[in-house]
């Protein structure tokens, strides 16, 4: 009787449960399905990032093609042009194609920080491919460590600087400077004058020369500076006259170079009275100043156009069929070419 009266209302309350159960259920669907419309809500943003990561990777160039230094860097900005066409033709990087993004520096150092903060930020480029002075990299180095951006740099210049932002494809003093002196004391120019433009790199360059005049015994006749895109050298060429030097050690820069070697010549020197030995004079500049004016001075880089070498041949028929038959190859233009061949080489290293 006991048990009977305990079980008999045992069957209400299970009924009572039933709607607790479909309580239970009803958050469970509704759960799953917001889950399933979340899913169809970011599948369209997979798609759009694969869409972005499978598009161009933007390249910034950053050259002076305006004022002073246009006279050497417009050509620096062509081979690294032609060095992106010839990777785009052969499949790109890691099957993307490049896209550059290409800024004038104007041969003003605040412009080459105002534009390389611009490719950084707004346009967004895996790396900078540019300048020529020493004074525009110091320009925007900060910039590339601050938003640890990465810059290529194709020209000679004065060391004593490193970046883990900045790969320098050019020569520093112990491959170009210090050689070129050698060579004079060599030849048995032991008295020299120092003609640069006032700026780091001659400055530092000239610091250097001096030491190692000094070291070797030799004699400094002179020193002067002139604002890059000087063009006035009457009062410098009376200068050097009165000092009489053996040789003169150029670090000029830009459109000076054209107007101090015609000066120099219609001043009656000639490389026999007073040779001049030039680290930024190249091909492309002396196409500016012109042969007749130039002939018999001297040089010191790594490259010139007449390297004798199959890969050298290739690389000038290139570039004279993508410029014009007229155009020439030169050490900073050949540093800027396989500057972006081996950004490329390091991406496809990484992966």
């Known amino acids: 009787m006991i048990l009977g009266a305990c079980g008999a209302p045992a069957p209400e309350p299970a009924a009572e449960e039933e709607p607790a159960a479909e309580e239970a259920a009803a958050p469970a669907e509704e759960e799953a399905a917001e889950e399933e419309a979340a899913a169809e809500e970011e599948a369209p943003v997979e798609e759009e990032v694969a869409e972005v990561e499978e598009g161009p990777i933007k390249v910034g160039i950053l050259h002076s ?12 900005k062509d081979a690294t042009l032609m060095a992106i066409e010839e990777i785009n033709a052969a499949g790109g990087v890691m099957g993307r194609q490049l896209e550059p993004v290409i800024e004038d520096g104007a041969s003003d150092w605040p412009t080459f920080a105002e534009k390389a903060r611009k490719l950084i930020q707004e346009d967004e480029v895996d790396v900078v491919f540019g300048c020529w002075t020493s004074a525009s990299r110091k320009a925007v180095l900060p910039v590339f460590e601050d938003l640890n951006g990465l810059l290529f740099y194709p020209v000679q210049y004065e060391g004593l ?40 790199f001659p400055r530092t360059a000239n610091t250097i020369i001096k030491l190692q005049l000094e070291a070797a015994g030799a004699t400094l006749a002179g020193e002067e500076y002139l604002p890059l895109g000087g063009t006035e050298f009457s009062t410098v060429i009376s200068k050097i006259q009165a000092a ?40 492309e500049e002396v196409r500016g100043i012109g042969p007749e004016n130039i002939a018999g001075h001297l040089t010191t880089w790594n490259y010139y156009q007449t390297v004798d070498s199959p890969t050298n041949e290739e690389f000038v028929a290139n570039y004279k069929a993508a410029y014009g038959e007229d155009r020439v190859t030169a050490d900073p233009i050949e540093a800027g070419y396989f500057g972006v061949y081996l950004w490329k080489e390091m991406v496809e290293a990484a992966g």
């Open 244 to 283: 009489e030097p053996d040789a003169i050690f150029n670090t000029l820069n830009g459109d000076s170079n054209v107007a101090f070697f015609k000066q120099f010549k219609d001043a009656g020197f000639t490389p026999e009275d007073i040779p001049v030995m030039s680290v930024s004079v190249a091909e």
């Open 161 to 200: 600087e490193s970046s883990p932002n900045i790969f320098y494809t050019g020569a520093e003093p112990t491959q170009q400077i210090i050689p070129g002196v050698e060579y004079l004391l060599e030849q048995g120019y032991s008295n020299i004058y120092l003609l640069g433009s006032d700026y780091v």
């Open 65 to 76: 093609l305006s004022g002073t230094m246009a006279i050497s860097e417009v050509s620096v």
